[in-house]
């Protein structure tokens, strides 16, 4: 391209209410649904499981005050990606892009994906499982449509955002009543000797908190998007502590409702805990439960889409990524390559895709880069006190959260270890093998050049700049 082109960048179309819709409607997707009843069968008691709800939004809220700081120090989009880069250099930070590109991004998508379509066709399937293809084939459409929503406009995407994020609060809301109803009729049997039968094992608490931090996921969405946020240094941190604060006010008191109206082993035994709430507590208006779950599911989905493909797109404009995946739409301002190299990915891992699996290896591979993120917070306090921080966290809180994070992902490994999560670590570490001869000695280096030439023409792109 010509130096003297005029260059796209990013517009700043993200305000507040935006962005507490793009945290708060991706975190409550699918999880809050689905995994209420692998935490407590993992810990056992109704007790324990509130505890473990209550610490995962407590372990949220204090390491988004830590991603705050960077995101207001280091204000580039790419949220871990773009920090591991600035801080630990870039053969950790490709190894970070590599496995969340082709791994980490897809099976959020695809496991959200999932969720959806399990309650979108549960009511035309009463008595039987839905067949796994008819699930598999409804997942995939949904993740159509919303790569299409995004490509075509950031402005647009927001506002489906936002509408769902309405519709899901309000639907947590009609939950909450529910329960708060049932209590004051008396039904408090599940939380009588609450804390009996806890597993209080290293695995089974480390697995409840995977659970529950699944529902917890896209609290750092907006980190990703930082570029195209107005006035980051004060919406940042205002929107993670609104919405989180939000979100886990609203979990705890949906767990209580779902334990007022169902026994423990009600729950553990449901497949779809709302359904199950819905048919007990509004009776033949119970579809409405699987409609909202379906609602939930679909605007956390948008809300993975939007922020996963920023991951792509700045990771190919720092070059590690073909050039293709680093620009935008010249009309409409949306990184459409990335989107639609994330859209084809996470079809892929559809393909096999397992929810319960999904959630334990995706779980492990982000916290493993959490806590490499946290590190390179530590080392930007200690090394560079000079750089401007409009927001500031003392240093004993990301070190406490880098040792939760190492908990979390050595527990389960130590505990129980299995094949799958050498697999996954084998996957992480193959970065640095790609790294060295195609990025760091450039091996082949117009090898797209065709490629990218055709895709520019076809589908209209062109480089991007920053937008700072």
Not at 324 to 339: E, K, N, Q
Not at 408 to 425: G, K, T
Request: aromatic share 12%; glycine share 8%.
């Amino acid at each position: 391209m010509d130096e003297k082109q005029q260059k796209l960048s990013l517009k700043r179309e993200v305000g507040l209410i935006g962005a507490v819709s793009l945290i708060a409607g991706t975190m409550i997707g699918s999880g809050i649904f689905m995994s209420p009843q692998t935490v407590i069968s993992s810990v056992g008691s109704s007790g324990a499981s509130l505890v473990v709800w209550a610490s995962c939004g407590l372990l949220v809220i204090l390491v988004s005050f830590c991603y705050a700081e960077l995101g207001t120090v280091i204000q580039e989009s790419g949220g871990e990606y773009i920090y591991i880069l600035r801080t630990s250099g870039p053969v950790m930070a490709f190894m970070l892009a590599f496995s969340s590109i082709l791994f980490v991004r897809p099976a959020g998508v695809a496991g959200i994906s999932l969720s959806f379509a399990q309650y979108v066709v549960a009511p035309f399937y009463p008595e039987c499982p839905p067949p796994v293809s008819v699930v598999k084939c409804v997942a995939a459409a949904a993740v159509l449509v919303l790569a299409t929503v995004n490509c075509m406009n950031v402005r647009f995407s927001m506002s489906v955002q936002v509408f769902f994020m309405v519709a899901k609060v309000v639907a947590l809301g009609v939950i909450v009543v529910g329960g708060v109803v049932m209590l004051a009729k008396g039904n408090t049997e599940s939380f009588q000797n609450s804390f009996e039968n806890s597993n209080v094992g290293i695995n089974p608490i480390g697995v409840a908190l995977y659970q529950g931090l699944w529902s917890y996921d896209g609290w750092n969405n907006l980190n990703y998007v930082t570029e195209e946020l107005k006035r980051p240094e004060v919406n940042l941190p205002r929107a993670l502590v609104i919405a989180i604060s939000l979100v886990t006010g609203l979990y705890l008191l949906v767990n209580v409702s779902y334990l007022t109206v169902m026994t423990p082993k009600e729950l553990m035994s449901s497949t779809a805990v709302a359904i199950t709430w819905g048919n007990k507590v509004l009776g033949s208006w119970g579809w409405i439960m699987s409609l909202a779950a379906a609602l939930s599911a679909f605007g956390s989905l948008n809300g993975t889409f939007f922020s996963g493909g920023r991951v792509c797109f700045v990771a190919a404009r720092e070059g590690h990524m073909p050039d293709i995946l680093s620009m935008a739409h010249v009309h409409r301002l949306t990184p459409s390559p990335a989107l639609i190299f994330t859209t084809v990915i996470s079809l892929v891992v559809l393909i096999p895709g397992d929810f319960q699996s999904i959630v334990n290896y995706f779980s492990f591979t982000a916290w493993f880069f959490y806590a490499v993120t946290l590190s390179g917070l530590i080392y930007l306090k200690i090394k560079k006190p000079e750089l401007p921080r409009p927001y500031s966290v003392p240093i004993v809180l990301p070190i406490l959260i880098l040792l939760v994070a190492i908990f979390l992902v050595l527990a389960p490994i130590i505990d129980q270890p299995q094949i799958e999560y050498l697999y996954v670590a084998l996957f992480i570490l193959s970065g640095a093998i790609v790294y060295v001869p195609f990025i760091h000695f450039k091996l082949c280096p117009g090898m797209f050049d065709k490629v990218t030439t055709f895709l520019q023409l076809f589908l209209e792109v062109a480089p991007a700049e920053k937008n700072l």
